[in-house]
Nanobody, 123 residues
Framework: QVQPVESGGGVVQAGGSLRLSCVVS??????TSWFRQAPGKEREFVAG????????RYADSVKGRFTISRDNAKNTVYLQMSRLTLEDTAVYYC??????????????????WGQGTQVTVSS
């Protein structure tokens, strides 16, 4: 059973940084992505990385501010978030299991989801 588990959320001031972690248990040779959902909005793709880490993809809204990486020895994917803005406030979800080991921006492509971690950016 593949189970992503997120951690690292919290409250941070605008302009600050935060690092999220996602430990993926079970079969781990999947691309892994981060999505987020703000109140009243649809869930949106944030960033993704292939299992070997050779390919990453970012939403335009976070390019240059967020960095996704992974440590396969620890079965962990990280999302380093910098220069956070109020618009980054959301529940952040880790997802794995898209077919073909690729990163896609469509949440319906992912079979396995974590429970989410709240990120709140304050002014």
């Amino acid at each position: 059973q593949v189970q992503p588990v997120e951690s690292g959320g919290g409250v941070v001031q605008a302009g600050g940084s935060l690092r999220l972690s996602c430990v993926v248990s079970g079969r781990t040779s999947y691309a892994t992505s981060w999505f987020r959902q703000a109140p009243g909005k649809e869930r949106e793709f944030v960033a993704g990385i292939t299992w070997a880490g050779g390919s990453t993809r970012y939403a335009d809204s976070v390019k240059g501010r967020f960095t996704i990486s992974r440590d396969n020895a620890k079965n962990t994917v990280y999302l380093q978030m910098s220069r956070l803005t109020l618009e980054d406030t959301a529940v952040y979800y880790c997802a794995a299991g898209a077919p073909g080991g690729r990163v896609t921006s469509y949440d319906h492509d992912y079979r396995y989801w974590g429970q989410g971690t709240q990120v709140t950016v304050s002014s």
